[in-house]
C-alpha cells in the first residue's frame, strides 16, 4: 500500500529564515505527490505538486518541494518564511495508479516566530 | 475564484441522533470526496463519486454513514446514529475529472458529538 511519513510533528523557524518540512514516501510506481497547507479551522489548500518532469516543484506563495527518487523524497522548502506561514502541512501520495484517493501523512505544524 | 461550498460550518449533536452535511463542489468538477479528519491526524477518505456514481466507499462505515449526489453536483454526507467517536472535522473536495489533479477541499463541518 502507498503510504507517506512526515516524521517531524513540529518544525520551528525564525522569520527570514529557509524553511523545510520533510516527507518520504512509499509507493509502488511512480508516485504522485502532493503537499497541502491548513489553517486553523479551514479547509486544506493545495500548495504544489509533482506528477513526472523536473524534481525541482514551484508552487504557490514561495514554496517548493524537491523530489528525490533514490531518497523517496519529497521536502518542502521556502528560503525565506514569514509568520503567516505558520500552520500544519500535509504532504500525500496517490493510492495506486488507476485512483484519484489520496494518502495523507499525519502533518508537521510549522511555527514561525518574529 | 470558485470555491468549494460546505454547510454547516460547526455541529454539535448528543450521540444516536442523526446529522447530515452538505458540499457543493467547483462548477465542472465531476469527482467529488468526502473525508474525515480526526484531530491531530491527516484526512481519510471515506468516499468518492464520479457524476452521480460511487467510485470508493470502502472506508465508509456503512452501518451508520450515508452519502449520496443524485444529480452529479452537491452532496449530503448523513450519519445515524452518530457515535461519539464522530467527532471530527468532515471535509469535502472535488477535482477535475482527470487523473493526477489536485483537489480543491471546502472548510469542512466540525462535529461535535456529545
Known amino acids: 500500500a502507498q503510504s507517506v511519513a512526515q516524521p517531524e510533528d513540529q518544525v520551528n523557524v525564525a522569520e527570514g529564515n529557509p524553511l523545510t518540512v520533510k516527507c518520504t514516501y512509499s509507493?509502488?510506481?511512480?508516485?504522485?505527490l502532493f503537499w497541502y497547507v491548513q489553517y486553523p479551522n479551514r479547509g486544506l489548500q493545495f500548495l504544489l505538486k509533482?506528477?513526472?518532469?523536473?524534481?525541482l516543484v514551484k508552487g504557490s506563495y514561495g514554496f517548493e518541494a524537491e523530489f528525490n527518487k533514490s531518497q523517496t523524497s519529497f521536502h518542502l522548502k521556502k528560503p525565506s518564511a514569514l509568520v503567516s506561514d505558520s500552520a500544519l502541512y500535509f504532504c500525500?501520495?496517490?493510492?495506486?495508479?488507476?485512483?484519484?484517493?489520496?494518502?495523507f501523512g499525519t502533518g508537521t505544524r510549522l511555527q514561525v516566530f518574529p | 475564484e470558485a470555491e468549494v461550498a460546505q454547510s454547516p460550518r460547526y455541529k454539535i449533536t448528543e450521540k444516536s441522533q442523526a446529522v447530515a452535511f452538505w458540499c457543493d463542489p467547483i462548477?465542472?468538477?465531476?469527482?467529488l470526496y468526502w473525508y474525515r479528519q480526526i484531530l491531530g491526524q491527516g484526512p481519510e477518505l471515506l468516499v468518492q463519486?464520479?457524476?452521480?456514481?460511487?467510485?470508493?466507499d470502502s472506508q465508509l462505515p456503512k452501518d451508520r454513514f450515508s452519502a449520496e449526489r443524485l444529480k452529479g453536483v452537491d452532496s449530503t454526507l448523513k450519519i445515524q446514529p452518530a457515535e461519539l467517536g464522530d467527532s471530527a472535522m468532515y471535509l469535502c473536495?472535488?477535482?477535475?475529472?482527470?487523473?493526477?489533479?489536485?483537489?480543491?477541499f471546502g472548510p469542512g463541518t466540525r462535529l461535535t458529538v456529545l
Open positions: 509533482y506528477i513526472t518532469g523536473d524534481n
Open positions: 462548477s465542472g468538477h465531476a469527482t
Open positions: 473536495a472535488s477535482s477535475l475529472v482527470l487523473a493526477g489533479t489536485e483537489q480543491f
Open positions: 463519486f464520479q457524476d452521480e456514481s460511487v467510485v470508493d
Open positions: 500525500a501520495v496517490r493510492d495506486g495508479v488507476y485512483t484519484d484517493k489520496l494518502i
Open positions: 509507493v509502488s510506481g511512480n508516485p504522485y
